[in-house]
């Protein structure tokens, strides 16, 4: 007989995600929220295995009550709490980031970029096509990690 443990048992919360109602179990992330429902939030520093970054702050969210817009990543679903992911708070930011990340950063390799820059209308030219960025060439410390300073978002989830 194979036993599988369950964890802990978590209690379910009800919210509201776009106008519709969710219930999911406590200590879920407002991204993992999104997620689960189908909604296509980007977020580039969120790693599964790791600890919410923060970082990218692409994954912005409204959240009822309060003034500013928050990193889905990291913030946990709340009892009663009313979400909305597709705002044009949201879509402002989320084009303000992707440009001003775009305008410092090299996002040829980031997966799924292209399509969010298009999705958000961002104008990677807007702050300048080739505004100040890291003059480092890459480390390569091994075979199998090269550190490139040009692509580093300052997530932090390498270190």
Same mark, same amino acid.
């Given at each position: 007989m194979t036993v599988t443990s369950l964890g802990v048992p978590r209690r379910l919360l009800d919210l509201t995600l776009d106008g519709e109602p969710v219930r999911v179990p406590e200590g879920t992330t407002l991204l993992d929220v999104c997620r689960a429902a189908g909604k296509d939030i980007p977020a580039?520093?969120?790693?599964?295995?790791r600890a919410p970054a923060s970082a990218c702050r692409l994954c912005v969210v409204e959240v009822e009550g309060s003034r500013a817009?928050?990193?889905a990543c990291s913030?946990?679903?709340e009892p009663g709490m009313t979400v909305?992911?597709?705002?044009? =708070?949201t879509r402002h930011s989320r084009r303000t980031v992707l440009e001003l990340l775009?305008?410092?950063?090299?996002?040829?390799?980031?997966p799924g970029i292209a399509g969010w820059i298009e999705e958000y209308g961002a104008r990677p030219d807007r702050f300048g096509a080739d505004a100040a960025r890291v003059a480092e060439e890459p480390v390569v410390d091994n075979g199998l990690l090269v550190r490139d300073h040009g692509k580093?978002? =300052?997530?932090?989830?390498?270190?």
């Amino acid at each position: 007989m194979t036993v599988t443990s369950l964890g802990v048992p978590r209690r379910l919360l009800d919210l509201t995600l776009d106008g519709e109602p969710v219930r999911v179990p406590e200590g879920t992330t407002l991204l993992d929220v999104c997620r689960a429902a189908g909604k296509d939030i980007p977020a580039l520093c969120h790693l599964d295995t790791r600890a919410p970054a923060s970082a990218c702050r692409l994954c912005v969210v409204e959240v009822e009550g309060s003034r500013a817009l928050v990193a889905a990543c990291s913030r946990e679903a709340e009892p009663g709490m009313t979400v909305r992911t597709d705002t044009e =708070r949201t879509r402002h930011s989320r084009r303000t980031v992707l440009e001003l990340l775009a305008s410092s950063v090299d996002l040829s390799t980031t997966p799924g970029i292209a399509g969010w820059i298009e999705e958000y209308g961002a104008r990677p030219d807007r702050f300048g096509a080739d505004a100040a960025r890291v003059a480092e060439e890459p480390v390569v410390d091994n075979g199998l990690l090269v550190r490139d300073h040009g692509k580093c978002l =300052r997530c932090g989830q390498c270190v």
